[in-house]
């Protein structure tokens, strides 16, 4: 597949993710806030250059801009290879990033509370990277069904 093919299937991805986050996060005290981790991320590295984004709106639609742009870089990767692994290498790359989502944040730096607060906050930020796995990989599938 071509790799405007597989970055479209990866923004769909994201989108995705991004939709089931920005929805779910204030329904209870347990839902995962992986765009707390973010933010806090994005000012550490900023930190780093001398500046930070002092206005929270700013650097919420910041931290949401540079989350879908690289979650879709991240699941594009799914299309890389043979059709027939595209269900495979989904699910492995979804899984992979959920747990990648609550194991490295503490090595980071980061405050890992967010996404680790309870067995249903990290269940579910598993969950919500698995989902946007597997959008992208339905419609990198779609893409393929309709090549052929």
């Not at 949401?64 to 990767?77: E, P």
Request: net charge positive; proline share 4%.
């Amino acid at each position: 597949m071509s790799k405007i093919k597989n970055l479209l299937a990866g923004l769909g991805g994201a989108v995705a993710l991004n939709i089931l986050h920005e929805s779910l996060k204030h329904k209870d005290s347990k839902m995962p806030r992986v765009d707390l981790v973010g933010e806090e991320a994005l000012q550490k590295s900023l930190n780093y250059f001398g500046t930070s984004i002092n206005d929270k709106p700013t650097l919420y639609k910041a931290t949401l801009a540079g989350d879908v742009v690289s979650n879709a870089i991240y699941y594009s990767l799914i299309g890389a290879g043979s059709k027939k692994h595209i269900w495979t290498r989904a699910l492995v790359y979804g899984i992979s990033a959920g747990v990648g989502a609550i194991t490295l944040p503490e090595p980071m730096g980061l405050d890992p509370e967010p996404v680790t607060k309870s067995n249903k906050t990290k269940a579910l930020t598993v969950a919500y990277y698995l989902a946007g796995a597997i959008v992208a990989g339905a419609i990198l599938k779609a893409i393929s069904t309709k090549e052929e």
